[in-house]
């Protein structure tokens, strides 16, 4: 079973992951790490902010979860744009090592395994970051997905559609395809660190940590993962 670390709010997992993050780094500066997007794992990048002042991040690398197909890298809800927002330009990081999977259209059908191939080449991530969406998808891994999956493209379900609008003028603007690391890729990381909070995503959180494994909730995939930590507050937790 996933190790459960409860705590009182997003700034105090966001401080505790960074903290992980600081170690893999302090013992190798070339460290691969997990990338994701979304509301949940930004008190992680918050929190390493301050603390990555006096390390040397030059040749830290990483690789995002996952980019909606079609839309243009340069949209600033691109993922490609959020993670050079979010993380790569706050935290310093080297943009020519930090990947985000190709969506645009042309070449679309081999970047799925370019981003395997890429992601072996640096070695494997060491510790991937992931999110939850209410519906259990992690990564944009919607239920249904194959335990084996990897890097692929995937139709968003509406509910998903429905949640990311946020980012945009209207539901209508959200892509309805996206690539993503499957939930085999998600798998072979060393180490998982998924973050949820609020109530909003304790359904999901024990179905993820609790539940059958079902591809009907992918997230429950991480149970089959010997190194998975689930870092919620107590709202997320309520259904454990
Ligand atoms: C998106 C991302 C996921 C993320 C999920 C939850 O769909 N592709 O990686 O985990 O949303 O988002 P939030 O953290 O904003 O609730």
Known sequence: ??????????????????????????????????????????????????????????????????????????????????????????????????????????????????????????????LQLLGIGTDGHIGFNEPGSSFASLTRVKTLTEQTRDDNARFFDSVEAVPRHCITQGLGTILRARHLVLLAFGEGKAQAVAGAVEGPLTASLPGSAIQLHPHATVVVDEAAASRL
Do not use: K
Request: proline letters at 8%; zero cysteines; a negative charge.
């Open 1 to 126: 079973m996933a190790e459960i670390v409860i705590v009182p709010d997003a700034a105090a997992a966001g401080a505790l992951v960074a903290d992980e993050i600081l170690r893999l780094v302090a013992a190798n500066p070339e460290t691969v790490l997990g990338l994701a997007t979304g509301s949940t794992p930004l008190p992680v990048y918050e929190a390493l902010r301050p603390r990555l002042a006096d390390t040397d991040v030059s040749l830290v690398q990483g690789f995002a979860l996952d980019e909606y197909v079609g839309i243009d890298p340069s949209h600033p809800e691109s993922y490609r744009s959020v993670i050079a927002r979010e993380v790569v330009e706050p935290l310093g990081l080297d943009p020519r090592r930090i990947r985000v999977p190709d969506g645009s259209l042309e070449g679309i059908e081999h970047a799925g395994d370019d981003y395997e191939r890429a992601i072996l080449e640096a070695g494997g991530i060491d």
